[in-house]
């Protein structure tokens, strides 16, 4: 009877992962996106969160953001030690606390800045809902992998070029379909981009707008493993 028992247990646990692994990369994303995102809420995103980062020999940095989806909305305000900095897009149009006389020559005006800093928390914080973006393609395999001893559900993303080069792995709970890391190259991983990009540990989580969003990130080199600092959601 034991022999029996443990048969038919092998065999569940078979149709499991068989399941898991014959599922469309587009069916796991829906998934992901259903676990952090259940009622859809990303698209009218509208909250004020603080992020406090932490790196090796540097005072820690603490940015009070602003993200208003439908309204076209943006505002960042980084503090460390004491000096606030604050960009603001609102519709498009840029204000910000940094001057021409104390911008350096040569480098990205404070606007661009502004930008960039727009796009980047949107993004990071938008997924795994942002992968529904125009210019984003999805690699229709679902690799299943073991990443830092744990088991994941692999997705590869790539984007239109007028949208960038950068090429993602996200790597999901295969039982609960959260995002537990995220992994880009700056080309391709198997080529002239394998010793770029960097690797992203989440853990914890805050709900914001009732959205599952990672509170602790905490990122790595991928070309050798360097530890380069953790944000932490630590005010929503």
């Not at 439908?70 to 505002?75: R, V």
């Not at 993004?123 to 229709?140: C, E, N, Q, V, W």
Request: with cysteine; proline share 4%.
């Amino acid at each position: 009877m034991k022999f029996y028992i443990l048969a038919f247990s092998l065999f569940i646990l078979n149709v499991k992962n068989s399941s898991a692994q014959e599922m469309k990369a587009s069916e796991v994303l829906d998934k992901a996106i259903a676990y952090h995102d259940p009622n859809g809420n990303w698209e009218q995103f509208n909250s004020t969160f603080q992020v406090t980062m932490a790196t090796p020999e540097n005072l820690d940095r603490v940015s009070d953001i602003t993200i208003n989806i439908a309204d076209d909305f943006f505002k960042l305000i980084n503090t460390r030690d004491g000096e606030k900095t604050t960009y603001t897009l609102n519709k498009g149009k840029c204000t910000t606390s940094i001057t021409d006389s104390i911008a350096q020559a040569g480098a990205r005006t404070p606007c661009e800045t502004a930008s960039l800093y727009k796009n980047y928390y949107t993004y990071l914080y938008g997924l795994p809902m942002k992968l529904k973006d125009p210019g984003a393609i999805l690699s229709p395999a679902v690799e299943t992998v073991t990443f830092k001893d744990k088991k994941y559900l692999k997705l590869k993303v790539t984007y239109d070029k007028t949208v960038g080069s950068d090429v993602w792995f996200f790597y999901l709970n295969p039982t609960s379909y959260a995002m537990e890391v995220y992994q880009f190259f700056k080309g391709d991983p198997n080529g002239a981009g394998k010793d770029t990009g960097e690797y992203i540990l989440l853990s914890e989580e805050s709900t914001i707008n009732s959205i599952k969003l990672p509170k602790v990130r905490a990122w790595y080199y991928n070309k050798d493993d360097a530890y380069l600092g953790t944000d932490t959601i630590t005010k929503n």
